[in-house]
């Protein structure tokens, strides 16, 4: 595996795997990588020539510093992992290399699609997910990169990027990996203590007893429930839970044939913060 932390030499050595024919798959990561994220790899490995990997945790897309700072960091350990599945490029930048400006004012408008659920309650969240994601495709050029659907809304927002701006590249999205107790897999998970990773696959329990009580509850009746079970339990702070319909994750009221929908919850346990989501129809 090659690893680089400037933008002009993987430029330039991508350049010259581009004019040999070669498709790049390209999987963009915080680090701090787990199961997930290396299912995500080992799908870009099988299905492109070079397996392109980034390693950044995005400062702009944090609104809370607290988070920033505590978010888990351990390059020599992803890089064993990224050994492991077979990266063949490492790109690894510092803040400086990504953000030469003094200050990012680069602004996109992805409408109601980002006035909702994360990017309600991730004020900015969104505008630094997009900045940095067209930056990282503009430097490694992919053919296709992979996005979980753990983080649903930001796929929904990095598609509609990759729309505005024309590029030329295939979004693929992945399903949610899954602890064997049901927890979604992500690397906050790591900050759990003991005895809240303990309740943790509640929230997926919670997910999947509202979604057998479909033909029974519209939903916003199933959001009153939701609620209802985080909210008497001590161990949680339910920040939403909302049904919506899964392309503009708008909020939906009743069910609406021929219209997909997603239950979607973010809940912290202690400081951490989860989120997770589940389907309807
Ligand atoms: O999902 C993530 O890990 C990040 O939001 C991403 C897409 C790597 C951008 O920083």
């Known amino acids: 595996m090659k690893t680089f932390d400037t ?7 991508l350049a010259e795997a581009k004019k040999s024919g070669r498709k790049i798959g390209f999987v963009p990561t915080m680090g701090a ?6 299912t995500l790899m080992r799908r870009a490995k099988k299905e492109n020539d070079l397996l392109v990997v980034s390693v950044f945790v995005n400062p702009i897309q944090f609104n809370n510093p607290e988070d920033l700072k505590k978010y888990p960091r351990d390059l020599e350990k992803d890089k064993k992992l990224l050994e492991s599945v077979g990266c063949d490029i490492l790109f690894a930048p510092t803040a400086e290399e990504m953000y030469p400006e003094e200050e990012v004012t680069e602004h996109f408008d992805f409408g109601k699609l980002e006035t909702v659920m994360e990017g309600a309650f991730r004020p900015g969240h969104f505008n630094g997910v997009a900045v940095v994601v067209k930056r990282l495709f503009n430097i490694i050029t992919p053919d296709k ?3 979980g659907e753990k983080d649903f809304q930001q796929l929904a927002i990095i598609k509609r990027l990759v729309e505005m701006e024309k590029m ?3 979004i693929i999205p992945c399903s949610i990996v899954r602890e064997p107790d049901g927890l979604a897999m992500s690397s906050r998970n790591e900050r759990l203590k003991p005895k809240e990773r303990a309740v943790a696959s509640l929230v997926y329990q919670i997910l999947q007893e509202a979604v057998q009580l479909k033909d029974k509850k519209s939903p916003v009746e199933i959001a009153r429930w939701v609620a209802d079970r985080f909210n008497n339990n001590p161990s949680f702070t339910l920040e939403y839970f909302q049904v919506a319909d899964e392309t503009f994750l708008q909020p939906l009221e009743q069910w609406k044939r021929n219209t997909g929908a997603l ?8 400081d951490v913060r989860l989120i997770d989501n589940i389907r309807f129809y």
């Open 33 to 38: 990588l787990h199961e997930g994220h290396l």
């Open 7 to 13: 933008i002009h030499n993987t430029k330039e050595f």
């Open 145 to 147: 990169a992979y996005f």
């Open 168 to 170: 030329p590249l295939e």
């Open 263 to 270: 239950g979607f919850v973010a809940v912290f346990l202690g």
